[in-house]
């Protein structure tokens, strides 16, 4: 089993930033894809960034060129840097990581609002 703990949440004003870690812990495999993703209520949960184990990555049109996804395989623990906040960004973020499995993470609340 994996477990996934997200942090890093909060409220933000517009054009502000934020950093969203995802630390795994468990039966870690060595490769694995990691993504992010968000949902609003009323609304399916959507991709936003994933890292694959050779540092390819994939972004939502929506936040490409603000939001960056890394990944520190040392610390088992992923990232999502979002600048340029905007309020229709506002969700709750999961971290997913994905081998012949799915693990998700607890989510975090991210609100961007003046």
């Known amino acids: 089993q994996v477990q996934l703990v997200e942090s890093g949440g909060g409220l933000v004003q517009p054009g502000g930033s934020l950093r969203l870690s995802c630390a795994a812990s468990?039966?870690?495999?060595?490769?694995?894809?990691m993504g992010w993703f968000r949902q609003v209520p009323g609304k399916q949960r959507e991709l936003v960034a994933l890292?694959?184990?050779?540092?390819?990555?994939n972004y939502a049109t929506s936040v490409k060129g603000r939001f960056t996804i890394s990944r520190d395989n040392a610390k088992n623990t992923g990232y999502l840097q979002m600048n340029g906040l905007k309020p229709e960004d506002t969700a709750v973020y999961y971290c997913?990581?994905?081998?012949?499995?799915?693990?998700w993470g607890q989510g975090t609340q991210v609100t961007v609002s003046s």
């Open positions: 997913n990581l994905r081998t012949d499995s799915s693990y």
């Open positions: 468990g039966r870690v495999p060595n490769f694995y894809v």
């Open positions: 890292i694959t184990s050779a540092d390819t990555t």
